[in-house]
């Protein structure tokens, strides 16, 4: 990746960052690490992949000893910032002040969940073996939920998966791993009940809240799922 310099390689080797079950094709070889230090609103990185660039926002903790770190993925739409007026991109500052770091990130094909189950786990590889992270959660949003819930399951670098507004996900089965469930009672385009299957087919400790009035954005509740989320991610990590 070059940018008239604007972006330092922090890794240059290549290496299988991805591992997958094997109903997806093949692992996503990893070939390097750009990354610009110094915004407020999280250093953008990118991942250079045989496969495409994955693109990303990086919260880091200052002096570089975080252990616990979240990792926040998107609906298919895209974008860094989340669901509910921005909650990926307040959330991510806050937590960072409380010493848990975040990667926000852009799948390369919004479309194909087994290319973003990929994309999700490149990051989660990153953070646990090349910044130390020993506690990693993945939270998403709408289908974002669906390859948060799948990585999950798949990858032991994981520790905790958050959902929201998520569809329903037949990994859920396997997870194993602290759920957190958050829905808007009046969603409309995935409806609560789904919510309420996911808790009772998931393997492992389920959290879920259901917040009245809220839609599929979840933005009528961005409060009190700021503050749930939160304090379930400290707990969990």
């Not at 991109?89 to 990130?105: H, N, P, V």
């Not at 939920?145 to 859920?172: C, F, N, R, W």
Request: proline share 3%; net charge neutral.
């Amino acid at each position: 990746f070059r940018s008239a310099g604007t972006f330092i390689a922090v890794s240059s080797r290549l290496g299988y960052y991805s591992r997958v079950p094997r109903s997806f094709t093949s692992e996503l070889p990893l070939i390097a690490v750009c990354r610009q230090r110094g915004t407020k609103a999280g250093d953008p990185i990118v991942f250079q992949t045989t496969q495409g660039d994955i693109a990303g926002r990086y919260h880091s903790v200052a002096g570089g000893l975080a252990t616990r770190a979240v990792v926040w993925l998107s609906g298919s739409g895209g974008g860094f910032e989340g669901p509910a007026h921005g909650l990926y991109a307040a959330l991510a500052l806050e937590l960072q002040i409380m010493g848990i770091e975040s990667l926000r990130l852009e799948y390369r094909r919004s479309t194909r969940q087994d290319e973003c189950v990929r994309d999700a786990l490149v990051g989660a590889h990153w953070l646990t073996r090349e910044r130390g992270i020993e506690r990693l959660a993945l939270v998403g949003h709408a289908f974002g939920s669906a390859v948060a819930i799948t990585a999950g399951a798949a990858s032991e670098e994981v520790s905790a998966v958050a959902a929201l507004a998520s569809p329903t996900v037949d990994a859920v089965a396997r997870l194993g791993k602290p759920l957190f469930l958050g829905h808007g009672a009046d969603d409309q385009v995935q409806p609560a009940a789904g919510c309420l299957r996911l808790e009772q087919r998931a393997a492992g400790d389920v959290t879920c809240r259901i917040y009245p009035g809220a839609q599929h954005n979840l933005d009528e509740c961005r409060d009190a799922l700021s503050a749930d989320l939160v304090g379930w991610l400290d707990d969990q990590l």
